[in-house]
């Protein structure tokens, strides 16, 4: 079909469920026509559209493009836009704010994800990896989006955080509807997210534990203040939210794309090493995020040869511009050999994302014990038609439905 990036009611609409159904074939033709259009969003909004690569390190890097939708608030409710404001449950965190407030917040919290500190998790996430086999192992059947991809990342970051075991399918279930389409039922979910976390931190300042929650608490209350009961609050939010909804998606597509290419599956049981590599080319050949949330225009700017004025909103096809990183010929090949597989699935510039480090691990061990521990892993029905989660700026399977030989416990 013809792809028009022209005015108003002839705009294309991204983020819907018949967009992202054909989302790599919309965003190709996006790119042969430019870098940069001006479409509309699922929300009914109009915001510029960044397609292309070296555009999008150009837009994630632009100091005049604001995370914070604060001083336009007035603007953006006047045009009926759902973007999330002071009040909706996602503020005081630092994916919504710019430097100074950025700078803190981030530095804050970034001594959990260092690498090193990362990469001793790793023992506790095969773990958790097996657990959750050992559950499917004898059914010789199952939907890995339920029984693994999902819940894998969920116990990771909960235990992380201090999260109680019995809470994280509400947890689960209120971060997937906080990450859809800006609109009421968003917000709703993301104001019961902030309640129970809300409790949780209080539960935590009486009785404080070796976890992550506990010390950000500590830094609020003994630190000066440096860390104010708002930002503790959404920091949290922060935390549940995009600690494991990337590595959801990371995993989710990985495994659609391992069961779409069968050998090179096997290559990678055959050869495990190449796994942290083959991860990096999951990212860029179906990228977890796949729009990052909206920018805001501070003054009129030039931005690939269009004319951005103060106010007007600017996103990044992720997922877009990671295809377009490499040669064009191979862009939609999937090669978990290829040498340098770049992308920006985890942004560029300051906001590139605190938890890469534990989703690069967890995806790469958790692949890992999958490929091994069902090593006929396939399609329960491969003529059925893929599903992918229908709104939001995320991109993941709904659902994996696989066959396997079914195994004794261990």
Request: proline share 8%; charged share 20%; aromatic share 4%.
């Amino acid at each position: 079909m013809p792809v028009m990036t022209v005015h108003h009611d002839d705009l294309v609409v991204v983020g819907t469920a018949e967009f992202k159904a054909d989302a790599h074939a919309r965003y190709a033709r996006l790119r042969a026509q430019g870098p940069l259009h001006r479409v509309r969003s699922a929300d009914g909004g109009i915001t510029w559209l960044v397609v292309d690569y070296e555009l999008a390190r150009q837009a994630l890097a632009h100091p005049a493009l604001s995370k914070d939708p604060e001083p336009f608030a007035e603007q953006l409710r006047a045009a009926g836009r759902h973007i999330l404001l002071a009040g909706s449950g996602f503020g005081g965190n630092m994916l919504m704010s710019d430097p100074p407030q950025h700078t803190r917040l981030r530095r804050l919290v970034s001594k959990a994800f260092t690498p090193a500190a990362v990469e001793r998790l790793a023992p506790r996430i095969e773990e958790l990896a097996n657990e959750l086999i050992d559950v499917i192992a004898p059914q010789g059947g199952a939907d890995l989006v339920t029984a693994f991809t999902g819940p894998l990342p969920m116990a990771v970051i909960c235990e992380l955080l201090g999260v109680p075991e019995h809470c994280r399918d509400d947890l689960q279930r209120w971060t997937r509807q906080g990450m859809g389409t800006p609109s009421p039922r968003q917000r709703e979910a993301l104001l019961a997210l902030n309640t129970y976390l809300r409790v949780l931190l209080a539960t935590k300042r009486t009785a404080p534990a070796d976890d992550l929650l506990s010390r950000l608490i500590a830094v609020h209350d003994d630190d000066h203040g440096r860390l104010s009961s708002t930002e503790l609050l959404g920091t949290a939010v922060i935390l549940v939210v995009a600690g494991h909804e990337t590595t959801v998606n990371l995993l989710g597509n990985a495994v659609a794309a391992l069961l779409d290419h069968p050998e090179q599956a096997a290559y990678l049981r055959a050869n495990p090493e190449r796994l942290p590599a083959a991860v990096e080319e999951f990212l860029r050949f179906d990228a977890p995020v796949e729009v990052t949330p909206a920018r805001f225009a501070t003054e009129d700017l030039l931005l690939g040869g269009r004319h951005i004025r103060r106010g007007e909103t600017v996103t990044v096809a992720l997922t877009s511009a990671s295809r377009a990183a490499g040669p064009a010929e191979s862009a939609d090949r999937l090669d978990v050999t290829r040498p340098d597989p770049r992308h920006l699935a985890f942004g560029h510039g300051i906001h590139y994302c605190l938890g890469a480090p534990l989703a690069r691990l967890e995806g790469a061990v958790a692949l890992r014990v999958l490929l091994a521990r069902l090593p006929d892993l396939a399609w329960a029905d491969p003529s059925a038609e893929r599903r992918w989660l229908p709104a939001g700026i995320t991109r993941g399977p709904v659902a994996l439905p696989v066959r396997f030989t079914a195994q004794a416990p261990r």
